[in-house]
């Protein structure tokens, strides 16, 4: 392969990586499309510019996009019945970021499909929001994970139900 050549495909290359990648643009207006009622999408793409162990998060592929919505609409509704604001403190997770946060973190993660979400309420303890989340999956609003931890909360939307 010839120097031209090579310098050629080397940009197609960086080219289709380029174009594969989510830009910030269009997961923002497909966010906002989501109408939520309590979290503008900055809220949510904050997330991915986060750093940890010297690896930077990133946006979600596009392919995983439809897979946050259902957790995003658990949270709306928790903060609409609860009236107190929330705090969203992981969303989705780099397979790479998902390794550097370190043994906290579950190799299979529902953050890695972008089905997860952790957060905190404004004078209410991980517990207390996480006994809120699991009436309302008792009573049928969703399948899913719930977790407590001594300073959030999970839920996510994997499809079968799972607590710990």
């Known amino acids: 392969m010839s120097k031209t050549e090579k310098s050629c495909a080397t940009r197609l290359l960086r080219f289709f990586r ?3 990648e989510p830009d910030l643009e ?3 207006a497909y966010l906002r499309g989501l109408r939520l009622r309590y979290f503008h999408p900055d809220e949510v793409t904050s997330y991915a510019t986060r750093e940890r162990g010297g690896v930077t998060n990133s946006l ?4 995983l996009w439809d897979n946050l919505p259902p957790t995003l609409w658990i949270v709306d ?4 019945y609860l009236k107190k604001p929330i705090t969203l403190t992981s969303i989705y997770r780099s397979p790479a970021y998902n390794k550097a946060i370190g043994s906290g973190a579950a190799t299979k993660s529902q953050h890695i499909r972008n089905a997860a979400i952790d957060f905190q309420i404004k004078g209410m303890s991980p ?3 996480y006994i809120q989340l699991k009436r309302m999956r008792d009573g049928g609003a969703f399948l899913g994970g719930l977790g407590s931890y001594s300073t959030f909360c999970h839920v996510d939307t994997r499809g079968a139900n799972a607590t710990w």
Request: aromatic letters at 6%; proline letters at 12%.
């Open 18 to 20: 380029k174009m594969s």
């Open 26 to 28: 269009s997961y923002t």
């Open 60 to 63: 979600p592929p596009e392919e």
């Open 77 to 80: 509704a928790l903060r609409h």
């Open 127 to 129: 517990h207390a929001a």
